[in-house]
C-alpha cells in the first residue's frame, strides 16, 4: 500500500535552517509529481511547493519562494524540503502528498495520498 | 493568484441531516476541483476530485458538483463519523489554493 512518511521536524530559532524528508513505498515514486503542503496550528491549508517528476521543473509559494528548496532522490524514493532563513510564520505541520494527474472525467490533479506530517516550529 | 471561498466557515447539523457545503473560486477554473476531509490531528483525505467523481472507497453518501466557478460538496445523510473540515482545493494552476475550511460540528 502507498506510504509516505515524514521526518525531520522539530524546534528551530527564527533565522536557521531544517531539512524535511519524506520516504516513499508502496508505488513507483519516481513516476509521480510530489508536493508539501503545510497547515498553521489551527489554521488551513497551504500549498508550499511542487516538483516534478525526475525534478527538473519546481514551483513555489510566493510565501517561500527564494527560503525553501523542493528536491527529490528517486533512487532513495525520498522528497526533501531544505528550509532557511525560517521565520516564526512558518511554524506548521508539513505534509508530503502525492500528486496524481486524473483525466476522466477531465484533466486534473490531486493530491491523493498524504504522510502524517511533521510539526516544525520556528521560535526563539 | 485564484482565491478560493468556502461557505459556510463552520456548520452544526445532526446525525441523519443533508447538508451542504460551498466553494467559489476567484476566476474559471473548468472542473478543477478537490474536496478533501480532515479530523482532528490527521491528514486531509481525498474525497471527490474533478468537481464531482468520488474518490475510491469514499461512501456514496458524499457527491460534488459544479464547474467553473461555483461547486458544492453534499453530505446526503450524515453519519458520526463525518464530523470534521472540509477543504477544497484549485488545481488549475499554481500555486495551488484551498478554501479556509469549514468545520462541521455535531448539533
Known amino acids: 500500500q502507498v506510504q509516505l512518511v515524514e521526518s525531520g521536524g522539530g524546534v528551530v530559532q527564527p533565522g536557521r535552517s531544517l531539512k524535511l524528508s519524506c520516504g516513499a513505498s508502496?508505488?513507483?515514486?519516481?513516476?509521480?509529481?510530489m508536493n508539501w503542503v503545510r497547515q498553521a496550528p489551527g489554521r488551513g491549508l497551504e500549498w508550499v511547493a511542487l516538483?516534478?517528476?525526475?525534478?527538473?521543473?519546481?514551483s513555489y509559494a510566493d510565501s517561500v519562494k527564494g527560503r525553501f528548496t523542493i528536491s527529490r532522490d528517486n533512487s532513495k524514493n525520498t522528497l526533501y524540503l531544505q528550509m532557511s532563513s525560517l521565520r516564526v510564520e512558518d511554524t506548521a505541520v508539513y505534509y508530503c502528498a502525492r500528486e496524481d494527474l486524473v483525466v476522466v472525467p477531465a484533466v486534473t490533479n490531486t493530491f491523493d495520498y498524504w504522510g502524517q506530517g511533521s510539526l516544525v516550529t520556528v521560535s526563539s | 493568484d485564484i482565491q478560493m471561498t468556502q461557505s459556510p466557515s463552520s456548520l452544526s447539523a445532526s446525525v441523519g441531516d443533508r447538508v451542504t457545503i460551498n466553494c467559489r473560486a476567484s476566476?474559471?477554473?473548468?472542473?478543477?476541483l478537490n474536496w478533501y476531509q480532515q479530523k482532528p490531528g490527521k491528514a486531509p483525505k481525498l474525497l471527490i476530485y474533478a468537481a464531482s467523481s468520488l474518490q475510491s472507497e469514499v461512501p456514496s453518501r458524499f457527491s460534488g458538483s459544479g464547474s467553473g466557478t461555483d461547486f458544492t460538496l453534499t453530505i446526503s445523510s450524515l453519519q458520526p463519523e463525518d464530523f470534521a473540515t472540509y477543504y477544497c482545493?484549485?488545481?488549475?494552476?499554481?500555486?495551488?489554493?484551498f478554501g479556509q475550511g469549514t468545520k462541521l460540528e455535531i448539533k
Open positions: 508502496g508505488f513507483s515514486f519516481s513516476t509521480y509529481m
Open positions: 482545493q484549485q488545481s488549475f494552476n499554481t500555486p495551488y489554493t
Open positions: 476566476q474559471r477554473i473548468r472542473s478543477s
Open positions: 516538483i516534478s517528476y525526475d525534478g527538473s521543473d519546481k
